[in-house]
């Protein structure tokens, strides 16, 4: 008898082939599948519920829980990674992604510093390298990988408020806020909810952001931000600007928030999460001009980079500050002057995953012409969908498309602004519940509209076209029914 069947399952050498072979072959059916799966299927609650119960006391075994997984949850997964995939800009994962994020999952690499993972660490200095000649941004600047974002923009502002605690001749990092007066944090309407959370998150406060827009979208009112800044009498002042905002892709004035950072003395944050990689085709390039005169940018990996989640991108103009408001020491821990690498003590984040091994890998893959091709090719897809909603009588563009957002509405006609927010509020809801493809509803310029983004490298230009057909098979559908509705009121 072997300890095993003594004392039940637990970890074994023997059940890896098993694992292997299990998950590779059920992961080839599911990607081979990809380009023709609905977006989310309608049985979630079904499939879950085979998944709950009590912890059980005696486990059933590596391979007959993957397989139980694989048979009672894929129901329940969104398909992000496939190509009907318009919602929250998240994009695909390329193959080599894929390939090297399956073989960092094996390595297990602890990429906290050079002593930890010389690999992973070595790679992340390359990727972030690249990345920075792919954006266009200066060489001499620092950067570190993050979990997305939030926290790239965390990084980001973490370093304008330890700059600007330097101005106050005070070592933030080190003493805290206490009895410094509220940080001036000037943006647009176009700020993102994840750089309102990181400034929270860094005590500076929600309510310290002032937007200043100069009408009900969020377009950014310069002349206020001038305004504001010379009311300030020199005192320091984060700006942020935001590279593609999220409901129809618009842009900050990036050139002239980084005008008034210079003459003002200002920090400049961008948030290019997504909308960072106009740069990198010559069609789109001067939408975000600039970003490189500011003194930070986040990035996200897992949106139009196409690889897996979770992964982000926090560049920093003055590579000093990264240490000053990371510090990150103890006994056993490599000395902070080690002229190695330790991105451990130039983020938030100790404990990390190896994301430079997809990044670097889909970058060695496909090189700044084939992410200049896939940008390229999205673009050109928004642009139809943009015209297949123009030549639509039912339908509406509420915005120019700028990038990769299209932000229209359903829109039969003889209905007031509140009908027409109702139904498409319902139309939201319908195309989640229909599961054929994944977008969602929004609000822009007080008008509720779907504002479906092209990232994924699958898209093709058919997913653009159905999509559009089942927008307007689903807003028809809801119409009628209003209609029947409000005639049955009447009778």
């Not at 098993?18 to 049985?43: K, S, W």
């Not at 990674?81 to 992604?97: D, E, K, L, Q, Y």
């Not at 005169?293 to 986040?298: I, K, M, Q, T």
């Not at 897809?381 to 932000?407: F, S």
Request: net charge negative; glycine share 10%.
């Amino acid at each position: 008898m072997n300890s095993t069947e003594r004392d039940g399952p637990r970890p074994s050498r023997e059940e890896l082939s098993g694992v292997i072979a299990t998950v590779a072959r059920e992961a080839q059916a599911f990607l081979d599948g990809l380009d023709d799966r609905p977006a989310r299927l309608v049985r979630t609650e079904d499939s879950l519920r085979q998944l709950k119960g009590s912890l059980p006391e005696e486990g059933d075994g590596a391979v007959v829980s993957l397989q139980r997984l694989i048979e009672k949850g894929m129901d329940a997964a969104v398909g992000s990674a496939g190509p009907r995939c318009f919602h929250f800009v998240i994009g695909g994962t390329t193959p080599a992604a894929l390939g090297a994020d399956w073989l960092a999952t094996a390595l297990d690499q602890m990429a906290y510093a050079w002593v930890s993972s010389p690999l992973a660490t070595e790679l992340e200095v390359v990727s972030l390298a690249w990345l920075r000649e792919l954006f266009g941004l200066p060489a001499e600047w620092a950067g570190v990988m993050t979990t997305g974002a939030t926290m790239a923009n965390f990084v980001g502002l973490a370093s304008a408020r330890q700059w600007w605690g330097e101005r106050q001749e005070v070592d933030i990092a080190e003493r805290g806020l206490s009895g410094l007066p509220q940080i001036p944090v000037l943006t647009g309407g176009y700020i993102h909810a994840s750089a309102v959370k990181s400034l929270s998150m860094l005590g500076a406060g929600r309510s310290t952001v002032r937007m200043l827009s100069r009408d009900n979208v969020g377009r950014l009112d310069v002349e206020a931000m001038e305004e504001a800044l010379r009311d300030l009498k020199g005192a320091p002042a984060i700006l942020i600007g935001n590279a593609g905002e999220v409901n129809a892709g618009d842009f900050d004035p990036i050139e002239a928030m980084a005008d008034l950072a210079d003459k003002y003395g200002a920090w400049l944050h961008v948030d290019g999460a997504f909308g960072l990689f106009a740069r990198v085709s010559p069609q789109t390039e001067h939408l975000a001009a600039g970003a490189e005169r500011a003194h930070s940018v986040a990035v996200d990996g897992h949106k139009w980079l196409n690889v897996p989640y979770d992964c982000g991108f926090g560049f920093v103009g003055d590579p000093s500050l990264l240490g000053r408001t990371f510090a990150y020491t103890a006994a056993y821990l490599p000395d902070p002057d080690d002229p190695r690498p330790n991105f451990g003590s130039l983020g938030p984040e100790s404990s990390r995953r190896a994301r430079s091994l997809p990044v670097w890998a889909t970058l060695c893959a496909y090189g700044r012409a084939g992410y200049r091709r896939m940008v390229e090719g999205h673009i050109a897809l928004a642009q139809r969908l943009g015209r297949l909603v123009d030549e639509a009588p039912d339908l509406e563009r509420l915005a120019y498309v700028t990038l990769n957002i299209v932000c229209f509405r359903y829109n039969p006609g003889g209905l007031s602004e509140d009908q027409l927010n109702d139904l498409n509020e319902r139309l939201g809801e319908a195309i989640l519940a229909d599961g054929r493809f994944y977008a969602g509803a929004t609000q822009y310029g007080g008008k509720t509209a779907l504002r479906p983004a092209i990232v994924n490298w699958r898209t093709r230009e058919e997913h653009v076209d159905q999509f559009v057909a089942v927008v307007r098979e689903l807003g028809a559908q809801i119409f009628e029914g209003l209609l029947n509705q409000d005639r049955q009121r009447k009778s």
